[in-house]
């Protein structure tokens, strides 16, 4: 599914293979989660942003899984591609041309705070799918497409629709 908000535009998919990369090293954090878990229902998706306007096309692409779980915690495993910034584009893109898959060390605390932002319920996030655009993508889109990855898998995992809350999500971007 592709969702358009003005100069905003983001894409919704199970799942992108080419968006796999290999991992250099793992982020995790523990925090406690704000909302109850509504549903037992295992999610994965990929979501994938590009944000036309002056001149500049900040874009980001992010997947992983959620599982939810009785109790309080919500577990983030962030894996990642490295220090360096390097490959050649051939990850899919939905909304423009192949990306780099990777996520470098410069995009996992911007992803880690966007899914934090994102409201998931206790549980267990795996981020691990990834790519960016050398020129293109910066901290603030990783930010930004955590943050729409996380309030989709919350969509997904508790039955609300997947559609609606992506837009909302970014309809309020800055």
Same mark, same amino acid.
């Given at each position: 599914?592709?969702? =358009?908000? /003005? =100069?905003? +535009?983001?894409?919704?998919? /199970?799942?992108?293979?080419?968006?796999?990369?290999?991992? #250099?090293?793992?982020? +995790?954090?523990?925090?406690? !989660?704000?909302?109850?878990?509504? $549903?037992?229902?295992?999610?994965? &998706?990929?979501?994938?942003?590009?944000?036309?306007?002056? %001149?500049?096309?900040?874009?980001?692409?992010? /997947?992983?899984?959620?599982?939810?779980?009785?109790?309080?915690?919500?577990?983030?495993?962030?894996?990642? =591609?490295?220090?360096?910034?390097? /490959?050649?584009?051939? &990850?899919?893109?939905?909304?423009?041309?192949?990306?780099?898959?990777?996520?470098?060390?410069?995009?996992?605390?911007? $992803?880690?705070? @966007?899914?934090?932002?994102?409201?998931?319920?206790? @549980?267990?996030?795996?981020?691990?799918?990834?790519?960016?655009?050398?020129?293109?993508? !910066?901290?603030?889109?990783?930010?930004?497409? %955590? #943050?729409?990855?996380?309030?989709?898998?919350?969509?997904?995992? @508790? %039955?609300?629709?997947?559609?609606?809350?992506?837009?909302?999500?970014? %309809?309020?971007?800055?």
């Amino acid at each position: 599914m592709i969702i =358009s908000v /003005g =100069s905003r +535009r983001a894409a919704v998919v /199970g799942d992108e293979s080419t968006a796999a990369f290999a991992t #250099e090293g793992v982020v +995790r954090e523990t925090t406690s !989660s704000h909302a109850a878990s509504t $549903s037992d229902a295992p999610a994965r &998706c990929v979501v994938e942003i590009l944000r036309r306007g002056g %001149g500049l096309m900040p874009r980001a692409l992010v /997947g992983g899984a959620f599982t939810p779980h009785e109790g309080e915690d919500l577990v983030i495993e962030v894996r990642t =591609s490295g220090t360096e910034p390097a /490959g050649a584009p051939t &990850c899919a893109s939905t909304l423009w041309s192949p990306l780099v898959p990777g996520l470098p060390e410069e995009f996992v605390r911007p $992803s880690v705070a @966007g899914v934090l932002k994102g409201g998931l319920p206790a @549980g267990r996030f795996t981020l691990d799918r990834a790519a960016f655009d050398p020129v293109e993508s !910066s901290p603030m889109a990783f930010e930004l497409a %955590g #943050e729409l990855l996380a309030v989709v898998l919350g969509a997904m995992s @508790g %039955g609300r629709d997947v559609e609606e809350s992506a837009r909302s999500t970014i %309809g309020a971007w800055p």
